[in-house]
């Protein structure tokens, strides 16, 4: 039986900023905790802007230029995450939204998490397009018409079932 540390880590993480506080705030004092991690949260949120105006440019230079654009969405991707850990309040997510910022921590990350993710573009003679599924069947418009309760005798759908 597999057992899942996401519940458990979702109860400690909010314990966990709480005593981050109290630490940093015993050793710098009240006000320049606040400032920290207001200082934090602005970061973050500038972050998002300027990533979230500046991803499409990357990823369509990468496509003109015929290479895969998987791992700019994903460093851009993670790099939104970044912005948000800096955004919540507390110093151990900004801590972890710090080093999402690393290029090499977000390929470390993408390695890892490229197996399970399935990119549905491929790249053709034509440049990238959508990736056709294996069980796709095409119709011609004599084959189906929704107009008739009486399929078309030629058609090798005779019966439509609401499955």
């Known amino acids: 039986m597999r057992i ?3 519940p458990l880590l979702i109860l400690a993480l909010p314990l966990a900023e709480i005593a981050g506080f109290v630490i940093v705030g015993s050793k710098i004092g009240a006000l320049a ?5 207001l200082a934090s949260t602005i970061a973050g949120s500038l972050l998002i802007r ?13 496509m003109d230029a015929g290479h895969d654009p998987s791992a700019q969405l994903a460093h851009s991707a993670m790099t939104v995450f970044a912005a948000i ?11 972890f939204g710090l080093l999402f910022l690393l290029p090499p921590v977000r390929d470390i990350a993408w390695r890892h998490l490229k197996k399970r993710v399935s990119v549905v573009t491929e790249f053709g003679t ?24 009486n399929p078309n005798a030629s058609s090798p759908w005779r019966q439509i079932s609401d499955e």
């Open 4 to 6: 899942s540390f996401l």
């Open 33 to 37: 905790t606040i400032g920290l991690v």
């Open 50 to 62: 300027h990533q979230g105006f500046s991803v499409m440019t990357k990823v369509r230079s990468e």
């Open 85 to 95: 850990l800096l955004i919540v309040p507390g110093f151990i997510s900004s801590i």
């Open 126 to 149: 034509g440049g990238f397009r959508q990736r056709q599924r294996d069980k796709t069947i095409d119709l011609d418009d004599d084959d189906y018409k929704r107009s008739d309760n």
